[in-house]
């Protein structure tokens, strides 16, 4: 017989990082501090559950739609930086480094997942991208392979829109030493470097 403590730590289980060891952990603990954490968890979730969008300009989550980052009048409309999910664009706006606009696509091209281009965000990117103030749209896709391929199918279905279109830079992290890098990485940099 299934109990509710069972279910939770089932559900639990299922997200990133956790397995049913973890879980167990997380739950426990959850229930020997139900009043500072239990409860105050129970209702976050439900309040959350209840008032988040998807932004229907970017695809960003946030409680109005458009989001805020769309909202702000203040950003750079000349600038679309597009990336694979949600996360990367928090990550992207976490460095305070981008002050444009983003659209997120919701995935790669992936051939093994029949994941195609009608799958992900890239009509209504093509539409923005052709709005008269873009002049700029940086692919910030991952440097997988199907990262590497959905930029290239991107960069393909913009060369229309009269926008420069540009990618990351990929190559050496700060701080890493040349001795530690793998071989495509190292490529990567040797490829991407600048002038000093």
């Known amino acids: 017989m299934t109990t509710s403590l069972d279910s939770l730590i089932a559900l639990f289980a299922k997200l990133p990082g956790l397995g049913p060891r973890s879980a167990r952990r997380l739950v426990l603990h959850l229930i020997r501090n139900k009043e500072k954490l239990l409860n105050p968890l129970?209702?976050?979730l439900l309040?959350?559950?209840e008032t988040i969008r998807t932004c229907h300009v970017c695809g960003n989550l946030d409680i109005?739609?458009?989001c805020n980052i769309c909202s702000d009048t203040r950003r750079d409309h000349s600038q679309i930086c597009v990336v694979e999910e949600i996360a990367d664009l928090w990550a992207i706006e976490r460095s305070k480094m981008f002050r444009g606009f983003y659209h997120v696509l919701g995935g790669v091209l992936s051939a093994?997942?029949?994941r195609g281009p009608e799958q992900l965000n890239i009509e209504s990117?093509?539409?923005r991208a052709s709005a008269?103030?873009?002049a700029e749209v940086i692919l910030a896709t991952n440097a997988t392979v199907e990262g590497q391929t959905t930029a290239y199918y991107i960069?393909?279905?913009?060369v229309d829109?009269?926008?420069k279109i540009s990618r990351l830079a990929h190559g050496i992290p700060m701080g890493g030493e040349l001795d530690y890098l793998d071989d495509g990485t190292l490529g990567a940099a040797l490829k991407a470097r600048v002038n000093y």
């Open 112 to 114: 093994l997942d029949g």
């Open 161 to 163: 829109c009269n926008v």
């Open 155 to 158: 960069s393909d279905r913009l």
């Open 42 to 44: 129970v209702n976050t």
């Open 125 to 127: 990117l093509v539409t």
């Open 47 to 49: 309040q959350t559950s």
């Open 64 to 66: 109005v739609d458009p």
């Open 132 to 134: 008269p103030e873009v």
